[in-house]
């Protein structure tokens, strides 16, 4: 994780000591392939998903001023579909966000990205669909990957690691009356979204859940083999975001050839019904 920012610091100092402690919990129920851990929050996911809809609204104010901002169409009827059918299956792990209200946007950049925000807000990047030649298994592959961050909430422990992180050497920085009003948090939301690489676990996690999540939909988990070797071959990972801090491709591969014997009976489940 980079240094933050000093005023994006005095913010999340701000938003930590206006939290409630919600100390460590994990807010999901475990993978069948895995990880169930325990997770600073000390900032409320009610804050943070506020903030959140607003750099949303503003990422896609934006992106509609260029007329890049791509919310019908084929190209986006057939993601929006994977979406849809992964988002009821989030139950398995987390009631409350299989009715959060998921949305999607696609913009319109030669870029192999995609990303999250907290609250389940979908932006993936035209490049990625046009350059990849993707089956729907392997677009399932990356929209349940985003989807778990979100619903594992990485973000919000991001800001909390830092917040308490940064309390413990200058909470003095805290007391001079900074608000943490809706416009410093969405930029705080933007920053994490889009600046800030998850750590190499959190990926890992993300992985996982997000393989789960497309097996019991129905989309072959197997298709994230090729997926990632694709996308390391055609050499993402320059993007801030999606891939900068993701595993070497051995690696993952590795991690998700391991998991499979879990996943597939569950796909194969899936399948049947
Ligand atoms: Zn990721």
Redesign the pocket.
Known sequence: MPALHPLLRNSLIAVATTAVLAGCASTTAGSVAGGQRSQLMVVSEAEIVQAAQQAFAQQNAKARAQGALVTSGAEFNRVNTVMRRLVPHVAQFRPDAARWPWELVLINTNELNAHVMPGGKVTVYTGLLRRMGMTDDELAVVIG??M??AFREHSREQISQQAVGDLAVSLGGALLGLGSGGTQLAGIAKQVALDMP?SRN??NE??IYGLELAARAGYNPAAALTLWDKMAAAGAGQGP???S??PSASDRTARIRAALPKLMPIYEAARRR
């Open positions: 990957h985003e778990a961050h998850y959190m990926e993300a992985d975001s999606f891939l801090s993701h």
